[in-house]
């Protein structure tokens, strides 16, 4: 930016020292002054030049100032929406869902293996097990991701978090 400014300077100086000289040269009385001189047009040739330029310098500045800026608020502005998207009432029923069915296998599970004392449990139910665990486990990163360190401090729950992360 200082670079477009130093340019614009000193082409504006050197467009007044011009247009000065221009205007002290005498005319006589009947002469009039031509439109615009040669010296004027050239003038204002290289003014707009400079001027052209003093802007890509400035816009070229602005856009990589505005592109650090969004880097680095663009990662707390997924992380915000992450968390609202994790607050909502319907992820909120839908892990609810699933906690009240993982407690009715739980149930069935345990009803079984009261019936068959002694035997293997069979390979569905360490199967789904294993699902439930991968389900929970995945709210609880993205709950994480979400909130940060603030899932330890700082959120709403935090019996509930502190109870997640043991469990």
């Known amino acids: 930016r200082d670079e477009a400014d130093a340019e614009a300077e000193v082409v504006v100086a050197s467009r007044t020292s011009r247009t000065s000289r221009t205007s002290d040269i005498s005319l006589g009385s009947d002469q009039t002054p031509p439109a615009t001189s040669l010296l004027q047009r050239e003038d204002e040739a290289a003014y707009q030049a400079a001027l052209a330029k003093a802007r890509k310098l400035q816009h070229r500045e602005t856009t990589k ?68 665990t991968a389900i929970f486990g995945l709210e609880l990163a993205v709950r ?24």
């Open 65 to 132: 100032r505005l592109t650090r800026q969004n880097s680095s608020s663009q990662s707390e502005h997924w992380q915000l929406r992450l968390h609202e998207f994790m607050q909502t009432a319907l992820m909120e029923s839908i892990c609810a869902g699933v906690i009240f069915t993982n407690s009715i296998l739980i149930g069935v599970q345990t009803d079984y293996m009261a019936k068959r004392l002694g035997e293997e449990q069979p390979l569905v139910f360490t199967v789904v097990d294993a699902a439930y």
């Open 144 to 167: 994480l991701l979400g909130s940060g360190l603030g899932f330890f401090y700082r959120d709403s729950g935090l019996f509930w978090n502190y109870l997640d992360v043991v469990i």
